[in-house]
């Protein structure tokens, strides 16, 4: 089975889409799966291309049993509309354009958002007479309508989702990591009957040996936040909650990069906030060392109706490394914590609602003792390796069932 994933991110680039891209692909390499990875030369989030690799038509490179095909991008940071659509539109032009260069395939995998990616998707496989399946992790353009990137009815608007319907209608197979995501798709016509749950997943062994942190009395709450710094996270409520809370409570720790860093930096800084620290990009093999530090993690997502149905990825490595999740959303992620006891929920952008959260964990170590351990519990239900099986399944039955 020679299967490629069509992404415009990719490590070296930090974050929960590269990272889980990599993993699934070198997990059906070693199912005996050939698998290639046709990706850009990495610039997020900074938007610079950093030696060795630099900006060209194509550079072919192995991560391990991974073949990875580099095509040209134009550059942008992770802020700025317009130059980052441009960006997307570039990759896709250029990699439908060199994708002979992959060779034989029969299943191409298309991530978006971008919704670029996935027009490119549609292109790319037809030229390489494979299937094709699209990897629906956000919502498009419904996300960017929510967060006002978008006008509601526009022309960008209506244009992105007849591009989306015809993205769906070309699709064999449509996955998505959430209920809400998979019932919105499932009900379309252009995507009836295509449509799989994946559930998030996260490698248990990379937070394997993460000790069970004991309370420290008297010390405040070290709270770690490990994720984008985007319009969908409204980060802002944690500087808030921060300043609310003290630092006798809380110490929040943030770890991330995205367009929202600059404004976050400036709220510690008009608030002359100690208990607050931009640790900036962190690469994902430090991510487990700073969950060893952290007492807890922290979730939060925009109050928008159409984030009820996100699944953060870093809600399960919070979980996974054995540290109560304080959620400030509504929805599945909500659902998840509060069945499995693994957490405290409040409202999203609440900073009072979530500074109390902070002083109810610090102050009642037993429940968080038990948070800890009913996390670690529910994490076993999201092994990656379970994920990587459900996709060699799937694509494996895709190819089968292919027109030759």
Known sequence: MRVLFLTHYYPPEVGAAPARIAALARGLAERGAEVSVHTGFPHYPSGAIEAPHRNRPLARERDGPVTVL??????????????????????????????????????VVAETPPLFTAAAGVAYARGRRAALALNVSDLWPESAVALGALAPGGPPARAAAALARLCHRRASLITAPTRGIVDTLAARPEARGKVVQVP????????????????????????????????????????????????????????????????LQEQIRDRGLGNVRLLGPVPPAEIPRLYRDADAAVVPLRDRPIFAGALPTKLFEALAAARPVIVATRGEAAELVRDDDAGIVVAPEDPTALAHAFARLRDSPREAVRMRRNGRLAARRFDRARAVEQWHELLAGLVATRPR
Do not use: K, W
């Not at 992770?78 to 354009?97: C, E, I, K, Q, Y």
């Not at 248990?204 to 994720?227: K, Q, S």
């Open 200 to 263: 998030p997943a996260v490698d248990l062994e990379r937070f394997a040996a993460i000790p069970e942190r004991p309370p420290r009395p008297d010390a405040p709450l070290r709270v770690l936040y490990a994720g984008t710094l985007g319009l969908a996270q409204g980060a802002g409520v944690l500087v808030a909650a921060a300043a609310l809370a003290g630092p006798d409570v809380v110490d929040v720790l943030i770890a991330g990069a995205g367009p929202d860093a600059e404004a």
């Open 70 to 107: 580099r095509t040209v991008v134009l550059p942008a940071p992770n802020r700025g509309f317009a130059r980052r659509l441009a960006d997307h539109a570039v990759f896709a032009t250029g990699a439908v354009a060199l994708s002979p260069a992959a060779g034989p395939l029969d299943v």
